[in-house]
């Protein structure tokens, strides 16, 4: 079973909140992502890092903001929440080698209202 | 023109069959294939991992890459009501650090 974690699994927060999503692993793992999944559509990457202080945007746009200052720990932040962000986040962490499977959290389901 | 296609159901088989699902994909330089198992509300799990062209067998789980094709297929034999869910195929090239992703199939296995 794969050591990663996402906290809070499910929040509601209205309109022009900040908050932070929570990931950690315990694997060791260099990159680390955060996906966002909408239902009836394929997973989209808007973070992405290959190891402590390097992030990099993804291919979706994104208002979020994320860090990494520890190898196990990859927050995101969102400055003020809208309801456009609502939808289901995921974080995933694999292995330094360049042919390796991804690992998921169990996500956080973001509602803003 | 996306680079995974997964036709997203859903798909409903009565228990016991034996369930394919599939995925084309148009770039040639994607090696490893993955696929992924979601339950509702829950994090995709890694079901299958498999490089290059071949097949490869896991209890009632098959995984097939027809690179020439670039095509690949997830078989379950036996169909349970426990396999419920949305079957997630990803794939990635070699030395490439972003995975692809397909959209899911959602499967139901009616007892």
């Known amino acids: 079973e794969a050591d990663i974690y996402q906290t809070p699994r499910y929040l509601v927060i209205g309109t022009g909140k900040k908050i932070t999503l929570e990931c950690s692993q315990t694997?060791?793992?260099?990159?680390m992502y955060w996906y966002q999944q909408d239902p009836g559509m394929e997973l989209h990457l808007i973070h992405y890092?290959?190891?402590?202080?390097?992030?990099e945007k993804g291919d979706l746009s994104s208002e979020s903001t994320v860090s990494r200052i520890r190898t196990e720990h990859f927050p995101l932040t969102l400055e003020s929440a809208r309801p456009s962000h609502t939808s289901q986040y995921l974080c995933?962490?694999?292995?330094?080698?360049?042919?390796?499977?991804?690992?998921f959290g169990q996500g956080t389901r973001l509602t803003v209202v | 023109q996306k680079e995974v296609e997964q036709d997203p159901g859903p798909l409903s088989v009565p228990e016991g069959a034996i369930v394919s699902l599939n995925c084309t994909y148009s770039?040639?330089?994607?090696?490893?294939f993955m696929w992924y198992r979601q339950y509702s509300r829950k994090g995709p799990e890694l079901l299958m991992y498999?490089?290059?062209?071949g097949n490869k067998e896991d209890g009632r789980f098959t995984a097939q890459v027809d690179k020439s094709s670039k095509y690949i297929s997830l078989f379950i034999r036996d169909s349970q009501p426990s396999d419920s869910a949305t079957y997630l195929c990803?794939?990635?090239?070699?030395?490439?650090?972003?995975?692809?992703f397909g959209t899911g199939t959602r499967l139901t296995v009616i007892p």
């Open positions: 890092s290959y190891g402590v202080n390097s992030t």
């Open positions: 694997m060791g793992h260099d990159k």
């Open positions: 995933a962490s694999r292995h330094r080698g360049p042919n390796t499977e991804a690992f």
């Open positions: 498999t490089y290059s062209s």
């Open positions: 990803a794939m990635s090239a070699t030395g490439a650090n972003n995975l692809f």
């Open positions: 770039n040639s330089a994607f090696q490893y």
